[in-house]
DNA sequence: GTCTATAATGGGATAGAC
DNA sequence: GTCTATCCCATTATAGAC
């Protein structure tokens, strides 16, 4: 079981990096350290592992959102977190988000993986609109206008943010890209 | 030299459907009507393939972000403009233009590849900015802060949106993402 | 310029021993 | 569960005839 969730780890490490058609079960076997073909008594096919690993990421981080939506004291901290999050994807620069590496290389997925990326993006989309509601109740985020369309646009703009920033290699591109939103922020000091 | 541009037209076609690592010199041959060695005549090297079908697409649309400048009768309209062609980049939903599909491909492309790459983020973000300066002066774009911020934002923000949009395979997610900044925009009516 | 033929490599996947 | 050995297919690329 432990070679399992290695497996599930570093497919997921080099396809953020490299993308989900750069990563072959040879990559895998290099650096699980073991061979090629016992890869396929853990996940059959690649599909299958491809499923796996988006569907636990799918799950990991929706509650992670739940988790910042208990903890957060006011939509801007809900915001602030959720950007916190992508921009910690990055690393160095050199990797983005397991959906952004999927939805890239989306016709090569199988049909299933691209429902449940669907359902990801629905669910984000509704998360950010829940908090952009609350935002105008407490008045945390300035100029709310449509708590629905300011949530498409963060969504867009988190993914996009990480794609330049992968293209520079530099974390900074994603900071000045999400550096607007950051901006309307109304954050607490300690 | 017909050969030529039909290899390279259709390279781009299928490029922005599935992606830069999606396509081969088969499905090249297929479709333009010539053998497969017969590519290699014009493009030794699918690498030569990559380059050349990158630069053409630079070189195209930093030309028509000019012609929008020069055409535009406010920053408003070059905004406009400038997110009706990434709009359009998408037809159905089912392509995105080429620098989204290269970016999420980064690391398997040329090194040369890689600098146009920046390049071409690089002077997109230089006209963005200028635009919204534009804007500080005509007013026809709403709460414009800094130009540099709100550009770098603007190119995150459109890429993203191609990116959510296709996994939907549908253009109204592309205009959702883009309405919040579509709003600020005061274009008149004819 | 385009063809056929043929490398040479790497991909995912299976069979069967241990 | 992991191994070796092998298969089959797709890929990029080259050689040489036409």
């Given amino acids: ?7 599930l780890e570093t497919a997921e490490m080099i396809a953020r990096q490299r ?4 990563f072959s079960y040879a990559d895998l076997s290099a650096h699980v350290g073991i061979r090629k073909a016992s890869i396929h ?5 690649k599909d299958d592992l491809t499923q796996e690993m988006l569907d636990q990421y799918v799950q990991r981080f929706l509650s992670r959102l739940a988790e910042i939506s208990d903890r957060a004291e006011s939509a801007a901290q809900g915001v602030d977190a959720y950007l ?5 994807a990055l690393k160095d620069g050199g990797s983005v988000c397991l959906c952004v590496a999927m939805s890239a290389d ?3 997925l199988p049909a299933v993986a691209v429902e449940s990326l669907n359902a990801f993006q629905k669910q984000s989309e509704h998360w950010l609109a829940s908090v952009f509601e609350r935002a105008q109740a407490d008045r945390s985020i300035l100029a709310v206008s449509s ?17 330049v ?7 900074s ?8 939103l950051r901006a309307r922020l109304s954050l607490k000091r300690n």
Same sequence: chains 1, 2.
């Fill in 1 to 7: 079981m432990d070679t399992r969730i290695a497996l």
């Fill in 19 to 22: 993308g989900l058609n750069g």
């Fill in 41 to 45: 008594y853990h996940f059959p096919t």
């Fill in 84 to 88: 916190t999050a992508y921009r910690e």
């Fill in 106 to 108: 989306r016709d090569s």
């Fill in 147 to 163: 708590p629905a369309d300011e949530a498409a646009a963060a969504l867009a703009l988190v993914e996009g943010a990480q794609l």
């Fill in 165 to 171: 920033a992968r293209v520079t290699q530099d974390v």
């Fill in 173 to 180: 591109t994603f900071d000045k890209a999400t550096a607007a």
